[in-house]
């Protein structure tokens, strides 16, 4: 029975070894996939095998990775030119979303930059999530980081994936080293708010507060960025509303504007008598401020700003409501948990989920009642009085 033929795309050659310098015998297999569809460069595999069999296979997995449309070519790209590619790509995502994503990146281009992509393992990123874990990794700046917990963790991990994913649409990347990684998602922050009690405390502080208004909107649900973003054209003494539609906030370290993050964050609210008196007030003090500077005051409209005109970054507002709070004497939460007491306040007080959700412009009232399922605990104590009267009447009954 005669030999079988090689296949065209194989050819049997004489080398030398280079150990023992005697000569021997190779399988060259030489293989076209077409041409690169971004490039117009022709790809092809060259190969040198030790058997017949082994050559014979790794053409047949070549060819039917070139079919199916998954083979891919050795490429130089780095991970931090995919991580660049794959931002650069995303033209529609918000300032503040794109800021959060290179956040999520730092430490993978940090670590890994300069490596190829088709070279990254998951030993890479299992070794990188340890030492974000255990923190003490240096930031591009030589900054020190602190421990990530799980849900930072998460967030790096699904960002990365979503980077080696458009490296395999993008074709040069055969699979995703990151899948196998399950991060665990992480208990999430349960929203620490203030008892009508304490909101009336921290209200009768902000007396001599110049940025009182701000907390005043912040405890009736006003985001961070949305007061930042709120202008004196936006608020109607007249119509006695006030109408919220750019939101401010922080990316990169810069303050950066932009429309709000759904239409349901788009939202125009009714004032009742004290929030105009608390922003006429206000305005008063602004008006006293440009005054006084003259031609230096910068008239830019903005309801939260410097004694100059010029609005507050956002970081500044996080700033000013801890002084504000540690003044006031009350418990320390953050300043979106001022908004996270309006709407707790509001649910405890029976207003209809709808009604809370239009208010705080939530797209979707199960999101709000997700968030407000829990109560402060002295609703609780209510309740536990409530179904103890239950429970002895019932007794009372039965006796």
């Not at 960002?159 to 994913?165: A, I």
């Not at 708010?193 to 907390?215: C, I, M, Q």
């Not at 949305?226 to 990316?251: C, M, N, P, Q, Y």
Request: net charge positive.
């Amino acid at each position: 029975m005669s030999r079988q033929q090689l296949p065209p795309q194989i050819t049997k050659i004489e080398v030398t070894e280079r150990r023992t310098g005697k000569p021997g015998i190779r399988y060259e297999v030489v293989a076209d996939a077409g041409r690169d569809p971004e490039t117009g460069k022709r790809h092809q595999v060259r190969r040198r095998f030790r058997t017949e069999k082994e050559a014979k296979e790794a053409l047949a997995k070549f060819l039917a990775d070139a079919a199916s449309g998954s083979f891919v070519p050795r490429k130089d790209v780095t991970v931090e030119e995919a991580c660049a590619d794959w931002l650069a790509s995303m033209h529609w995502a918000r300032a503040t979303t794109l800021s959060g994503y290179e956040y999520n990146l730092a430490p993978l281009r940090e670590m890994h930059g300069p490596l190829p992509v088709q070279k990254l393992t998951r030993k890479h990123l299992d070794d990188m999530v340890a030492a974000l874990k255990k923190g003490g990794s240096k930031t591009e700046k030589g900054n020190t980081r602190r421990p990530w917990s799980n849900r930072s963790l998460k967030r790096a991990v699904e960002t990365t994936s979503w980077v080696l994913d458009y490296g395999i649409e993008r074709k040069f990347l055969s699979h995703n080293v990151s899948r196998a990684i399950k991060p665990k998602a992480g208990k999430k922050r349960k929203p620490q708010t203030y008892t009508p009690a304490e909101v009336s405390k921290f209200l009768t502080s902000l007396e001599a507060d110049r940025n009182g208004h701000l907390w005043f909107l912040a405890l009736s649900g006003l985001r961070r960025g949305e007061l930042g973003g709120l202008r004196w054209s936006g608020v109607d003494f007249k119509a006695k509303t006030i109408t919220v539609h750019i939101g401010r906030a922080a990316a990169g370290g810069k303050a950066v504007e932009d429309d709000p993050k759904t239409e349901a964050s788009e939202r125009t609210l009714p004032m009742d008598d004290e929030m105009v008196a608390v922003l006429r007030k206000a305005r008063r003090r602004q008006a006293a401020d440009k005054l006084q500077l003259g031609k230096a005051y910068q008239n830019l409209d903005y309801v939260a700003c410097n004694e100059d005109g010029t609005p507050y970054h956002p970081d500044t507002l996080t700033h000013k409501w801890a002084k504000a709070v540690k003044v006031a004497g009350v418990r320390h939460i953050r300043l979106h948990d001022a908004r996270h007491t309006c709407g707790t306040i509001m649910h405890l007080r029976k207003v209809p989920m709808a009604v809370i959700a239009a208010w705080l412009g939530h797209a979707d009232a199960s999101v709000t009642a997700r968030i407000y399922t829990h109560s402060q605990a002295e609703a609780l104590a209510e309740a536990s009085k409530t179904l103890g009267e239950v429970v002895t009447t019932r007794d009372i009954e039965a006796g």
